[in-house]
């Protein structure tokens, strides 16, 4: 019986080795994996067309985006200084979280007092931001989220940071501070 296991283990070992060639490639499953085609970085686009599946639908809105409809123009921002009013009304506005965003994004620039003295003002890697209660700074709410949407002078947008609701927050918080520094 044992003599018939090893001739059995050696005829399974001896057919396992006489199918493999050297010669000739393994059969590829996936070929596409192995021999892909390169592409520069910054090159062509890969699908001149594109994919019908990456395109989004014709007139879609992005879920969660909610459109500002007052243009980024000096215009628009003396609009929206004359007419744009905060939704949030006084019980909804939560000047902690708008503090914690405010140090996050604004403070830095800003100062946390709002006094335009942050740390890369101080650093002189920034210069030229005035206080929220310069004399010839007249900001309102409107003025406020208009410059957190579009940004304004050397300022960036913090449309893509934060939501609608953190910069009414914010927007909150900034004239809390510009309160605090007329006092």
């Known amino acids: 019986m044992k003599s018939l296991i090893k001739i059995l283990v ?15 490639p393994n059969y ?14 910054y090159g062509e686009a890969v699908f001149p ?13 992005p879920r969660g985006f909610v459109p500002f409809d007052i243009e980024n123009s000096t215009e628009g921002y003396e609009l929206a200084k004359a007419t744009l009013l905060s939704p949030i009304d006084s019980t909804q506005v939560d000047l902690v979280r708008g503090k914690e965003l405010y140090d996050i994004y604004c403070g830095i620039c800003h100062g946390n007092k709002g006094n335009g003295q942050g740390k890369l003002v101080q650093r002189e890697k920034i210069l030229g931001i005035p206080s929220y209660d310069d004399v010839g700074r007249a900001i309102n709410e409107g003025s406020i989220y208009h410059t957190i949407y579009y940004g304004k002078n050397t300022m960036g947008s913090y449309a893509n940071q934060l939501n ?4 009414w927050q914010v927007v909150s918080y900034v004239l809390k501070l510009k309160a605090d520094l007329e006092k």
Request: overall charge negative.
């Open 164 to 167: 609608e609701e953190e910069r």
């Open 49 to 61: 067309n594109g994919i019908e599946a990456q395109l989004p639908a014709e007139g879609s809105i």
């Open 10 to 24: 050696i005829a399974v070992v001896l057919v396992a080795v006489s199918c493999k060639k050297d010669t000739a």
């Open 28 to 41: 590829q499953f996936m070929p596409n994996m192995y021999e892909s085609a390169g592409y520069e970085t």
